[in-house]
């Protein structure tokens, strides 16, 4: 199955700033999916990144506040702008990992203050 | 409106005896349906799943069970083991029996089960 690697793995920021998250996946894949897991909530589907083309995002999320990127087939990033106490989650990437169901990242553990 | 539910926030159970993780859904269009585990700081692991045109399905100590009827489904772990103790996750997906790994299925997740085993 495909390996990801995520990173940060945790960071505390100031409100009205942005963070970047990486993930790496060590072979290529079609599609990156990016998900959020709010405190004592499920995993929520934030967008889905395909290679060349502009991220498909789900209802209630935006591109301005969650722009992503996806210069490759192994490579995406989600940008979580102008944070607010609101946006402290964890963040996943995930990728399809054929007949295995889907392999996830370790995660971003983000805290807005 | 939550889609995937997992009633059960947290489950202790002694070691050596069967964990039973419940999940029930909502869309009849749901029709693969996996289960995850997590462990805290680390992403969710897939460990099984389970097509709408089956009831069971079998690897190692972990079985899961669907009842379509009762839009219900369970993943037993016999026998219990301390490693056992995990988040778990019921996760669903329409794949419109196409479901062959390519990577365009988004899956619904339910808020997670807090497994802990005993020794």
Known sequence: ?113 | DQQVKQNSPSLSVQEGRISILNCDYTNSMFDYFLWYKKYPAEGPTFLISISSIKDKNEDGRFTVFLNKSAKHLSLHIVPSQPGDSAVYFCAATISDGAYSGAGSYQLTFGKGTKLSVIP
Do not use: H
């Open chain 1, 1 to 113: 199955s495909a390996v990801i690697s995520q990173k940060p793995s945790r960071d505390i920021c100031q409100r009205g700033t942005s963070l970047t998250i990486q993930c790496q996946v060590d072979s290529q894949v079609t599609m990156m999916f990016w998900y959020r897991q709010q405190p004592g909530q499920s995993l929520t589907l934030i967008a889905t990144a395909n290679q060349g083309s502009e991220a498909t995002y789900e209802s209630g999320f935006v591109i301005d506040k969650f722009p992503i990127s996806r210069p490759n087939l192994t490579f995406s990033t989600l940008t979580v702008s102008n944070m607010s106490p609101e946006d402290s989650s964890i963040y996943l990437c995930s990728v399809d990992t054929t007949g295995y169901g889907y392999t996830f990242g370790s995660g971003t553990r983000l805290t807005v203050v």
